[in-house]
């Protein structure tokens, strides 16, 4: 039996166990899905145990996707976002990858939403923004990052190629020519509130959220009542997850049964 499994603390409300016990039982794999909650001054120890035990893989979160780099191969975009969300431990040593950069980029194909050329906006600079900036600007998007920390936002733009930044209140100016917007900040998880002035919104404009619970966020529901796009949260978690299950295991995932999986807990 295979073992994959999640590293975070907390790991209680995650998600990825039944999508991805579910993609298990679609493609007959002998294999489980298990959540691991270490102390954070434990990562070291945690790592070295799961490969001695012959884990096959883990994602990472929550506070462990920076302090990981430490302990792997990270990968080159994985190394460029500063982020690991992924590590595969079937070669001589862990490798580190990231998948939320192709979880974002995928949910926005998927939706038939256009990257090379387009003028992109992402609200955000924490750990979600990074990977969202270079998923975009790897498939030729110019993006703009606007953070509420501005400095955040300016730093993260000189290692994005063809980025600028800016602080909240750069947000209209750089919607209005906008092709793409992406909220990666928290707002909109805890209470119904929104990053985004409505009035900036329009129809010539794809909106997606990186927040999933709520599925519908107050961004969503205005976005859509401007006449743009929308692509929910969820569909980067489920992507984010396809590119892990695919380089682990090698097999085209089951992406509707891993997407019912995620959808019915929502
Ligand atoms: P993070 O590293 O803690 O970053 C949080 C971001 O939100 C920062 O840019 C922060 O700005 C901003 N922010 C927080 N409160 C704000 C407020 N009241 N007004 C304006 N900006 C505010 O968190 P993260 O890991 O990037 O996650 C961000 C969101 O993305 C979360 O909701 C998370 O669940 C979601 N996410 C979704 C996926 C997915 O697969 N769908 C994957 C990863 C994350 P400052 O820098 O100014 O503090």
Not at 71 to 95: C, K, Q
């Amino acid at each position: 039996m295979d073992v994959f499994g999640l590293i975070g603390n907390p790991v209680g409300h995650s998600l990825s166990p039944p999508m991805h016990e579910a993609a298990y039982e679609a493609l007959d794999l002998d294999a489980r899905y298990v959540t691991f909650e270490p102390q954070p001054d434990d990562l070291e120890h945690a790592l070295a145990g799961a490969a001695a035990l012959g884990i096959s893989g883990l994602n990472v979160t929550i506070p462990f996707k920076q302090d990981v780099l430490e302990y792997v191969e990270a990968d080159a975009l994985a190394s460029r976002i500063g982020a690991v969300n992924t590590i595969d431990f079937s070669g001589d040593v862990p490798t580190g990858h990231n998948t939320d950069a192709i979880g974002a980029v995928r949910s926005l194909r998927e939706h038939d939403v256009p990257l090379e050329g387009a003028d992109a906006v992402v609200v955000g600079a924490g750990g979600a923004g990074r990977a969202i900036a270079f998923g975009l600007a790897d498939e030729g998007a110019s993006v703009t990052i606007c953070n509420r920390t501005a400095s955040k936002a300016l730093a993260l733009s000189e290692d994005v190629p063809d980025a600028s930044g800016g602080g909240l209140e750069d947000l209209e100016g750089a919607i209005a020519d906008a092709d793409l917007l992406v909220n990666a900040t928290s707002v909109g998880m805890e209470a119904d509130e929104t990053p985004v002035p409505a009035g900036a919104l329009h129809e010539d404009l794809a909106v997606m959220d990186a927040v999933y619970r709520p599925l519908e966020t107050r961004l969503l529901r205005e976005a859509r009542a401007a006449g743009a796009t929308t692509v929910d949260g969820a569909w980067m978690l489920l992507y984010q997850g396809v590119d892990a299950l695919e380089r682990w295991t090698g097999e085209t995932a089951p992406v509707d049964s891993m997407n019912d999986a995620l959808r019915s807990r929502l």
